[in-house]
């Protein structure tokens, strides 16, 4: 037997090493375990990528290149060849380009797979060559890291292994042992030593029963928490002043600001007794040191980049980054200082400057309306603007679909699928399976899973770059991502060398090309050995102990440059989309929403990843079926039973899950665990359905976590128990 180390190449902070023992005779794959030197993984995998040989090797895999014969949308196909699929794609696209102009040509492409080369390595060269349009992938974390950065110049926070230090940890919007799973040895480590264990969530998760406490906060109100926390804190002189005095700017103005902002103002908005909020500043302030774990739902409403500026700046006023564990942590992104471009090769584009569109306006992207082409254009500041509709540029006529299931993952999903459907519309979609997406596409090419290429990956939740080494070959005739661009860019005629180069020569070209300090000692050599190597930081990592990557070199308590964006420079309450639209002023009210109206969040159901996994029997079977969580007083009050099919409807859509009566979740608050395929949904529709283009304050992100709906119970012939 042959043992091959490898990496999950999932949108999954802990960014898992792996070993696969395969059969040298057969040159199959037989078995996959955590790589149990890895100091994240220690020998362990969550229990989807534990099973992540039966989904390379799944009946349903596609392994031949496919063409559309059937009405889009039918997902009906006949083989055909590799020569014949990239001599027609490369017809059409130039045909378009030549008509249309290359900004007719749009990617959509996400975190299908976070490696480097088979994400944005390769692609990245063939549509800087094209001139095609960019894309902002803004689907997940744009607020939250816009808002982080602000205050502390640089979005990382302590080592995970660090959490083992703290004397508090406050888990933020965050299902630890759904999203990040490796992160929860540390904490029980911290526990032993007698840390506390706090989670502020709208939902009673795996992780707050496994908590020592669970706070309950309405959805898109942890900013105004914040906020009330910092006036306890200030307030009652609980400040560290020296580290206030050397490493911050705006203190003062600070202190003025948050008078306001008392725990009585704050308990109405968020449901969180004023009483708890006092504790919990005063748990926060004394502990040495705290440790805050958040998470990209926390930012995924209408005021999600303020919420997140608010809470990275509470760490500052207690001194918290001066120890070991201490800390805030939203992802481990800026540690890593990578030179992308020897990979990407910006330089293709030349000084062309082709036009971004926002991918969570894909529905207005795609629609012929230049209006709504317009509104699609991607301007994530108060300063930006959007342009005038006979400046939005040529429509979309292709569209290549990568790493990513639109039709299932996309905000306003009635749009998507409008758009996908246009007969004018050429889409290419690269993919493993026949997703919601793929049965919109004119060619449908298979791609390799990560058993079957060379890659390298950037953890977002820890320090540890990682190599992907193939462990068996393509199945059938499937190819990486690379080797399909290739091809397309052979096929258009581009003659660079940039278009020649192998996976394994990119790769080593851009470890090669890494100079920051932090990337000393990490040779291509010692990632074929090792498999795996820590960034070169100090240990313990301490990132903001003695000062901030900002132009300063302090926390901006006061930030100058949101100033100048257009924004508020103090931390703020900027109240969620819902609250808004309810209340008009947004005023402080003891009620969350009219009886009519419910807040509808969709965090990720526990046995999938995104939409990876959803399709598998194993894993549907684990999670049941499409579920929306109703408190049992907002269940009596509409007689929904527990089991009852029930109808989420708003200006969207409409949605039909089975209700799970529980009071795992705050009333007035609907939970539906996601992302299920449409089409393996009821009504071939899941809630994104019910999710409008709407963006929030900093980034363009999506509103996931702030949309209002009205629910009520089906028919009972459509009940089931």
């Known amino acids: 037997m042959s043992l091959i180390t490898g990496v999950c190449p999932h949108d999954c902070p802990d960014t898992c090493a792996w070993q696969v023992t395969t059969d040298p005779a057969t040159g199959r794959a037989l078995r996959i375990q955590g790589h149990p030197d890895h100091p ?20 349903d895999r596609l392994t031949t290149p496919l063409k559309r014969i059937g009405p889009k ?17 490369t017809e059409r696209l130039g045909e378009i380009v030549a008509r249309f102009g290359p900004e007719a040509v749009m990617p959509f492409s996400y975190a299908g797979t976070m490696g480097v080369l088979q994400g944005e390595g390769m ?11 960019r894309l902002a992938r803004t689907i997940c974390s744009e607020a939250g890291f816009e808002g982080f950065q ?28 759904t999203s990040n799973m490796h992160l929860w040895p540390f904490i029980l480590q911290a526990r032993k030593q007698g840390a506390g264990v706090i989670v502020i969530d709208p939902a009673r998760t795996r992780t707050a029963r496994a908590a020592d406490e669970w706070i309950p906060i309405r959805p898109g109100t942890d900013g105004a928490l914040a906020l009330a926390m910092m006036h306890v804190i200030i307030s009652e002189n609980l400040v560290d002043h020296d580290f206030v005095r050397a490493h911050t700017t705006g203190f ?29 500043a005063r748990q926060y302030a004394a502990a040495r040191p705290a440790a805050i774990r958040v998470n990209y739902g926390l930012q995924r409403h209408g005021s999600g980049g303020m ?3 608010n809470i990275a700046t509470l760490p500052a006023l207690v001194g918290h980054w001066r120890y070991r564990g201490g800390g805030v942590l939203l992802s481990s992104s800026g540690a890593f200082h990578l030179d992308m471009r020897v990979l990407r090769r910006p330089d293709l584009l030349g000084d062309r400057q082709p036009r971004t569109l926002n991918m969570i306006r894909l529905g207005d992207a795609l629609s012929l309306d230049r209006k709504r082409l317009a509104r699609a254009h991607y301007a994530a500041r108060p300063i930006d603007r959007k342009p005038a509709p006979e400046d939005a540029g040529p429509p979309v006529k292709a569209l290549i679909i990568y790493n990513s299931n639109p039709a299932a993952v996309a905000p306003d999903q009635n749009a998507v699928r409008a758009g996908l459907a246009r007969e004018d519309l050429l889409t290419i979609v690269l993919e493993h399976f026949q997703t919601d997406t793929a049965d919109f596409a004119d060619y449908l090419l298979p791609a390799t899973t990560q058993l079957e290429h060379w890659d390298i990956l950037k953890p977002y939740g820890h320090l540890y770059l990682a190599l992907n080494r193939p462990a068996i070959q393509p199945l059938g005739q499937s190819l990486p991502n690379s080797e399909i661009f290739r091809r397309l860019a052979r096929g258009m005629g581009f003659e660079e060398e940039a278009f020649n180069q192998d996976d394994v020569s990119m790769l080593r070209a851009f470890i090669e090309a890494q100079t920051h300090p932090t990337m000393a000692g990490i040779t291509w050599e010692r ?8 960034l070169n930081l100090p240990d313990p990592f301490l990132p903001f102990a003695h000062g901030f990557p900002t132009d300063d070199g302090t926390c901006h308590i006061y930030s100058q440059p949101m100033a100048e964006d257009g924004y508020d420079p103090l931390p703020a309450w900027v109240p969620p989309r819902w609250m808004i639209e309810e209340q008009g002023e947004a005023k402080p009210s003891s009620s969350v929403l009219s009886f009519q109206s419910f807040i509808l969040i969709s965090p990720p159901a526990h046995n999938f990843l995104n939409t990876t996994f959803a399709n598998l029997e194993r894993f549907r079977r684990r999670e049941g079926e499409p579920l929306v969580w109703v408190h049992p007083e907002d269940a009596r009050a509409r007689g929904i039973e527990d089991g009852d099919a029930v109808i989420l409807e708003n200006e969207q859509g409409r949605v039909q899950l089975t209700a799970r009566v529980t009071e795992d979740i705050m009333p007035g608050v609907l939970l539906a665990p996601t992302i299920w395929w449409a089409k393996l949904s009821p009504g071939g529709r899941n809630v994104n359905v019910l999710v409008p283009q709407v963006e929030t304050d900093m980034g363009g992100s999506p509103i996931f976590y702030d949309v209002r709906v009205r629910l009520e119970r089906a028919p009972r012939t459509a009940a089931r128990r």
Request: one cysteine or more; charged letters at 25%; proline letters at 6%.
């Open 123 to 133: 692609a990245s060269r063939f549509f800087y060559r094209l001139g095609a349009t």
């Open 527 to 534: 990632l074929l050995e090792q498999g795996f190597a820590r």
């Open 252 to 280: 003062e103005a600070l202190k003025a600001r948050v008078r306001e902002f008392t725990p009585a103002w704050a308990e109405p908005i968020t449901g969180v007794p004023a009483s708890r909020i006092e504790r919990l």
């Open 73 to 89: 949308g039918a997902g009906r196909f006949q083989p055909i060849s590799w020569d014949q699929a990239i001599r027609e794609i």
């Open 307 to 309: 919420a997140m500026r």
């Open 40 to 59: 994240l993984t220690q020998g362990r995998l969550c229990g989807k990528v534990s099973r992540y040989l039966e989904r390379t090797y799944h009946p």
């Open 150 to 177: 602000y205050v502390t110049g640089r979005v990382m926070g302590p080592a995970p292994e660090d959490f083992a230090y703290a004397r508090l940890i406050l888990i933020w919007g965050n299902n630890t042992l």
